[in-house]
């Protein structure tokens, strides 16, 4: 899948992109309003790409049934009603009309066109936006079965949405596009270096941001990541370019309750809030701070964490 | 192009419970019926009578009903996702027309039995019927697809009741205004002149000459619709 570069005013929107799509491995776009749409404007060929958008609706009069119905006789399908309504978990709204469900399960209905999609490559835009949390887990098994023979695109500005059905997750923003290191891989353990931590009594963290040097107090930190080898801390909602390495930050910061919750990512307990579970392997931690942030959680890291909070 | 009868039938059925669940549209299956007692109670001998109710029907019902189906799947950005399924547009359009069509007929039927009108000439009659029927479906795809939501759809029927319902009025006028003698190729003014012929003395020259123009337009007005349909959708 390629993207041809797009400038506005002489300001780079979108820089050329390649992507490499396989099955099994559905990839996620966070970006803004702005760059989703120069995105879905390029999805043209309707032969090649299903695509998805968040405005879309439904034929509000027709019961769910109906429109399943509707739905297999257009695209021409051999499936049939019943087992098809188990598999989306819709048995007991069969017969009730689109317009009187709730808007959860409406969008989820909505949603459910993808199903149907002949294409071999399928777009989303903000899939997650409006579900709630059961309708999030049934739509996310039926893109897991999807992601087996098609290519799915999401594309959303919410991490915490593409972490829940992404593998590769990409950030394009004014910086650029790059890939953010969501996975959750097991052979890298990480060797906890012994430091000598009785001299340790006062720890700034420094960062530049324009320029200038900025030097932050631990507890001010939400959480730091490492995206493309550099590092990014980030307080109240903005980040920062920090010149050490993760494992230098992890030492430092043990301290003041930081832990080391994924690979790429160390984050500041005192401003964790939820531990969110997607499905049995994968999970994601929510912080109480004033722009609604989640980072991932390696299950490795998962037990060191439980022990490490008493639970 | 490929025409599925079976994606056809799927959207056709799709359409039909749309239609008849949303009342604020199906209402206007009243029209016809409505104005067959209002001059059945005026009498047989009211002339022009059946001329101004099927004119009014045309619009109020074959088109309007056209124009709601495609401008609310618009609005809900559900024929846009429609595209991207196997259905072309034959059988979007082929779904939608036959369910105006079958809607307008049976509507019309009941409301010229209730009338009470024989015509002169049945084959005629029934031709020039199905003739409108198709030509007023093409108008109501045009207005459909020039609007964005419903509301829009039911506003842009105005300059079709202006043109078609309003020409046999506008021929009146042909003596002061010579413009107006365009309007005598109208078919709404072609319809009336097929109804007013009496039984005495008429060749099957008078019947065919109005059936051809109506051909003319059912013709001219279904590849306009078609052909707009492909290019407003590829800008979608």
Known sequence: ?311 | MSISLKRAWAIFVKDYKEFSRNYAVSFSVIVPILFAFLFRSAGPSLPGAIGFLLNTSFVLLTCLVQACLIAEEKERNTLRSLMMTPATTMDVLIGKSTLVFVVSAAALTIAIYILGYKPTSMWAFVAAIILSIILYTAAGTICGLFSKTLLEASLSIMPVALVFTGAPWGVLLADNFPLFKVLEYAPSVQLVHLLTLHNAGFTTGDLLKPLLIMLAWAALLTIASVMLYQRRLKDE
């Open chain 1, 1 to 311: 899948m390629q993207f041809e570069p797009i400038y506005d005013n002489g300001e780079l929107l979108l820089p050329k992109i390649e992507l490499n799509m396989t099955l099994n491995e559905s990839v996620g776009i966070i970006t803004d309003l702005k760059r989703k749409q120069i995105l879905m404007n390029q999805f043209v060929n309707h032969s090649q790409y299903y695509l998805f958008r968040a405005g879309q609706a439904e034929y509000m009069h027709l019961t769910v049934e109906e429109l399943i119905t509707f739905l297999i006789r257009v695209t021409e399908r051999s499936d049939r009603l019943a087992p098809l309504m188990d598999y989306f978990s819709l048995k007991e709204e069969r017969k009730i009309r689109i317009k009187n469900l709730t808007s959860s399960k409406r969008m989820y209905v909505t949603l459910l066109r993808v199903f149907f999609a002949h294409q071999p490559t399928i777009v989303l835009e903000e899939p997650y936006f409006y579900l709630e949390e059961e309708d999030r887990r049934h739509f996310k098994r039926i893109l897991d079965d999807l992601s087996k023979e098609k290519q799915i695109l999401i594309l959303t500005s919410n991490l915490e949405d593409a972490l829940i059905s992404c593998d590769v997750v990409y950030r394009l923003n004014e910086s650029g596009f790059h890939p953010l290191d969501i996975r959750d891989s097991e052979e890298d353990k990480q060797e906890v270096q012994e430091q000598d931590q009785a001299n340790i009594t006062l720890q700034k963290i420094s960062t530049k941001r324009n320029g200038k040097l900025i030097l932050f107090n631990p507890p001010e930190v939400d959480y730091i990541e490492s995206v493309d080898g550099s590092i990014l801390v980030h307080v109240g909602g903005e980040n920062y370019d920090c010149a050490l390495t993760l494992t230098e930050l992890e030492a430092r910061l043990l301290n003041f309750g930081f832990f080391r919750c994924h690979r790429s990512y160390i984050v500041n307990l005192q401003k964790v809030r939820e531990i969110i579970t997607w499905t049995k392997n994968s999970y994601s931690l929510r912080l109480n701070t004033a722009k609604d942030a989640v980072v991932p959680l390696s299950r490795s890291k998962l037990h060191e964490l439980k022990v490490l909070l008493n639970i």
